[in-house]
């Protein structure tokens, strides 16, 4: 028996469990959100990311977009489980920029994965000031380095964003520009 | 029943263990191991710099003695209290252990402990006792394997082993030590300072910590330990070699410890370290970081008291000057939070965020 196909196989299980469609058109994603898309993904169930959306392309864990639309004040942004010793991170209402992306280092390293931010810049997202980020990822469970884009919001107190992650050869850059395209087609309601 | 003291002093280091025999049960354990430290020596985690890890290993050969060629340590990017000698011999110590560690006898400590294990061979017995599949998945995260059993648990390396080999193992690592020229004192000032990490934690109740089930209780450790020093007085504790030693390193340590998200753990560990060192920079901003990202009420104020000192002690880190300024452009002081956003500019111009710290620069003039 050896550690990292068992590790491997509860992440794989995870993860493939109810696939659905996207189609490609507009879709609400949320209450406040729309996007355009110009070509279809897969829903995943996936109640480890928590109040995120799951969407992939090629199927977790190779690749995912994670999507929280409408996230409150105090809102933890990932799965907790009762009685664990980990750090929850949630998102709180004043956060900049750079504590939401803070927020996201937390939660994306909570196993032990390890991220450098690339780049943080302004940009708008959904129609308002936000912000757009690049990353790095070496994930723990089976040390693949991922590259990582994130774009986000905060619109009425509530945070709006997208992060796309995959590994960094081949597959990120495969599929990154259907998700800028996404980016910029999202529209939030005031 | 013979005394912590008469324990150490009927112990003899055993002569240097062969290889098993493949077929033995001890022997895949082994090759299970050096597969492991394959896989170790290409993780991305694995901490690559010859001269630190030339450093780690010599202290661990002192320890270890003749049995020096068999113990291999490999230095781990974790920021987690944690060490752990597999029954091959592949030692690891992790990142966050060597942050925490105030001089060469405290690591000393550590790996004496560990060391004690494996001159123990108190694997095989674990192994022999693991009869059923989970026991034995349990069993491989003893050793922080490279695989993921081995890594998420907090202290994974370390809870696994029965009270009794680990008072055997504190009893060997004593022992060790002194045969090293090491303080034996500083072996319970390890214990001490991780329960103040601990007892610091929201839950605050050090018993409910997995990393107390098993071991013997802190206050018992330190009381056998103390006593152990005081039968074995003298020794160096080398604190200023350890200093040099990681100092270009401490700085991604304590930026990894930030990281972590465990504010009151970092508090406790960065006031310790403070008291040591009042004048450290470093310590300063991070203790700064991490009242600013915890923002609970007074800890901005506290933030700046820290940015501050360590702007005032000189050779701070460039993030010291965005973390002022952040919390200047939230209280809508312009002037200041402008100034700050320019030094760290001025001293980081290829940071990640300048393009978002370039943005509140133009903002704040308007």
Redesign the interface.
């Known amino acids: 028996m050896r550690t990292l196909p068992m590790a491997l196989l509860v992440f794989l299980l995870a993860g493939c469990a109810g696939v659905a469609k996207v189609e490609s058109g507009e879709r609400g994603l949320g209450e406040r959100m729309l996007v355009s898309l110009d070509g279809p993904w897969n829903k995943v169930s996936a109640p480890d990311r928590g109040p995120a959306e799951v969407w992939t392309m090629e199927g977790r864990p190779v690749d995912e977009l994670l999507i929280y639309s409408g996230i409150k004040n105090e809102q933890v942004i990932h799965a907790t489980a009762a009685g664990a010793n980990r750090k929850n991170f949630a998102f709180r209402s004043g956060m900049q920029p750079d504590e939401i992306v803070a927020m996201f280092e937390g939660m994306l390293t909570r196993d032990g994965s390890t991220f450098k931010l690339v780049k943080l810049a302004p940009a708008d997202f959904g129609g308002a000031k936000g912000f757009r980020f690049e990353y790095s990822l070496t994930r723990k469970v089976d040390n693949v380095q991922l590259s990582g884009l994130g774009f986000g919001t905060v619109s009425g107190g509530e945070l709006f964003a997208l992060l796309y992650q995959a590994p960094r050869l081949a597959f990120f850059p495969r599929h990154q520009p259907r998700v800028e395209q996404m980016a910029r087609s999202a529209r939030i309601k005031t | 029943m013979p005394g912590p003291a008469a324990a150490q002093a009927a112990w003899e280091i055993p002569a240097r263990f062969a290889r098993p025999e493949a077929g033995s049960d001890e022997g895949g354990l082994w090759s299970?191991m050096d597969r492991?430290e394959v896989?170790l020596r290409?993780?991305?985690?694995s901490l690559r710099d010859p001269k630190l890890q030339a450093y780690v290993q010599d202290i661990a050969c002192r320890l270890a003695g003749e049995h020096c060629p068999d113990v291999r340590v490999h230095l781990v990017?974790?920021p987690l209290f944690n060490a752990s000698m597999a029954p091959n011999g592949m030692m690891q110590v992790w990142s966050g252990l060597m942050l925490r560690v105030d001089n060469e006898a405290q690591l000393a400590a550590v790996l004496g402990h560990e060391i004690g294990h494996y001159l123990g061979r108190h694997s095989l017995e674990q192994l022999r006792d693991a009869k059923s599949?989970s026991a034995?998945?349990q069993f491989?995260g003893m050793f922080g394997?490279?695989?993921?059993?081995?890594?998420?648990g907090?202290f994974a390396g370390m809870f696994a082993y029965t009270r009794d080999h680990e008072r055997a193992a504190d009893s060997i690592g004593a022992s060790l030590m002194r045969k090293a020229g090491y303080q034996v004192a500083e072996a319970a000032k390890v214990w001490e300072n991780l329960l103040l990490e601990i007892k610091a934690r929201p839950d605050g109740d050090a018993s409910r910590?997995?990393f107390f089930a098993t071991h013997p209780p802190a206050e018992e450790r330190q009381r056998v330990l103390a006593q152990l020093a005081q039968e074995s007085p003298g020794g160096v504790g080398n604190e200023e070699q350890w200093r040099e030693g990681v100092k270009p390193f401490m700085r991604e340590w304590l930026r990894n410890e930030v990281?972590?998200?465990?504010h009151e753990e970092s508090v406790a560990l960065l006031d310790r370290k403070i008291a040591l060192a009042p004048a450290a920079a470093d310590y300063r901003w991070a203790r700064g970081e991490v009242y600013r990202?915890r923002?609970k009420e007074g800890d901005l104020d506290s933030a700046v008291t820290e940015y501050l000192a360590a702007i005032a002690d000189g050779g701070e880190p460039p993030d010291t000057h965005r973390g002022l300024g952040?919390i200047y452009?939230?209280r809508r002081q312009s002037p200041e939070a402008r100034t700050s956003f320019q030094r760290y500019l001025e001293l980081a111009p290829e940071a990640?965020?300048s393009?978002?710290i370039k943005?509140y620069v133009e903002e704040l003039r308007t």
Not at chain 2, 42 to 45: A, T
Not at chain 2, 145 to 152: C, D, E, H, N, Y
Not at chain 2, 259 to 262: F, M, S, V
Request: no cysteine.
């Open positions: 299970m492991e896989r290409k993780s991305p985690f990017r974790t599949r034995f998945a491989l394997a490279v695989g993921a059993v081995g890594q998420l907090l910590n997995p990281k972590r998200g465990q990202l923002a952040m452009r939230a990640p965020d393009a978002l943005s």
